[in-house]
C-alpha cells in the first residue's frame, strides 16, 4: 500500500458556539505497508528504486483544516 487516508469533517452544527464554519482532520499515512514475498526476511527492496538501495521511509501526517 502506496499511500493511506482518513478524513473526517466537523460542520457548524457540530461547534455552534465557535467563529469556524467547518473543521477538517485528516490522518495519512505513505509507505505504511511493505510486502516483498520472494525477499528474504530483513532485505529492504523497494520495487521503485533501482536495486537493492534503502525502501523510502515511512511518513504519517495529521492535518487539521479549519475554516472562518
Known sequence: IREIALS???NRKT???LPFSSIDFRLSGRNVFFHAP???AGINFDPET???STPTTKR???TVSVNF
Do not use: C, D, Q, V
Open 8 to 10: 473526517y469533517n466537523l
Open 15 to 17: 461547534f455552534r458556539k
Open 38 to 40: 520472494n525477499f528474504p
Open 50 to 52: 533501482n536495486g537493492l
Open 60 to 62: 504519517y501526517a495529521l
